[in-house]
């Protein structure tokens, strides 16, 4: 094993599969706080959670709305460090609580009085989205495992994979969206888009309003993004495109690991063989770049006007 791939963390799925889905639930609650205050921002980039050296984050939620006083400012952040909840509020009050094993029920009402504390609101949909079968998180009361240094890794591995994300994010001059993470399907995301509308999006996500969706995926867009193992089974990487052009299945990409996968409509490369590369970064860029070129070349994207070199540290962008 290189120095490379050393820093990059083991993290397969099954071991910690449980806990896993408890803190996909746990940040759905963190984000459905934020998505209940704040004013909707295109494709849903207002409800995100954010990688912060500590852990995911919610950022500043301004209850009050436009205009209000500082003092309804809260920031809800899951410490995967420390392993705590914290709510901060612009007052200075603080409060939280320790991530452990217990019930989603027993986090719902831990998390409510942790933002009540600070001077917050809470006032969220009670129950997931995108899950088949939703239970409302207060029903909730089987007790969850929490294996602290399975999320230790998790988050270790998103603090490996942003920085890959943010530099191939600089690589584009069109529209394209932040490096985070949406909660419904518990995924760090990034998504270009070539300027151009899409046909409605056909719905059907569980759990999940069509106009939700439809909102989403409302213009042309090249979406990348690493699921942590549900659903794949595995720590997976993946890219898709929407509305996906003929012949993009068709196309030859990097790695020689990705692969085409026809049930999901998305070219998948495993984590697994990634942290095992020689260069685990590199390896990435890769699949970001060749699966990125399948989109944009078979959707006839204009890579003229969208396309530029990736960013350079403390370097204007040449014009």
Known sequence: MTDANRNWPEIPYAPWAET???????????????????????????????????????????????????????????????????????SGQRDGFVLEPMSVAAFHDRLRRAVEAVGGRFDIHGAPNELPDPVPFAE???????????????????????????????????????????????????????????????????????????????????????????????????????????????????PEAARWDADLGEFLLPYAAVQAADDPAGTLLAFLRSTYDAAAETGGWDRAALDCAEGEVGRPRPV
């Open 20 to 90: 896993c889905t408890a803190l996909h639930l746990w940040c759905q609650m963190l984000g459905k706080v934020r998505l209940s205050q704040t004013p909707w921002v295109n494709h849903s980039w207002h409800a995100t959670l954010y990688v912060t050296p500590r852990g995911l984050t919610t950022g500043p939620i301004h209850g009050g709305g436009a205009g209000s006083g500082p003092g309804d400012c809260v920031t809800l952040t899951l410490d995967l460090h420390d392993h705590r909840l914290l709510a901060e509020a612009a």
């Open 140 to 254: 909730d009361g089987v007790e969850r495992p929490y294996d602290a240094d399975a999320v230790r890794r998790f988050h270790e591995a998103l603090l490996r994979i942003v920085p890959v994300f943010e530099r191939f994010r600089t690589g584009f001059l069109g529209k394209v969206s932040p490096v985070h993470l949406f909660w419904g399907s518990f995924d760090l995301a990034v998504t270009r888009f070539s300027g151009r509308g899409a046909p409605p999006h056909p719905g059907g996500i569980p759990a999940l309003p069509d106009a939700v969706t439809r909102e989403a995926y409302s213009h042309e867009v090249s979406s990348a993004g690493f699921w942590p193992g549900a659903g794949a089974g595995e720590a997976m990487f993946y890219s898709y495109a929407y509305p996906g052009p003929e012949g993009f299945a068709d196309r030859t990409v990097a």
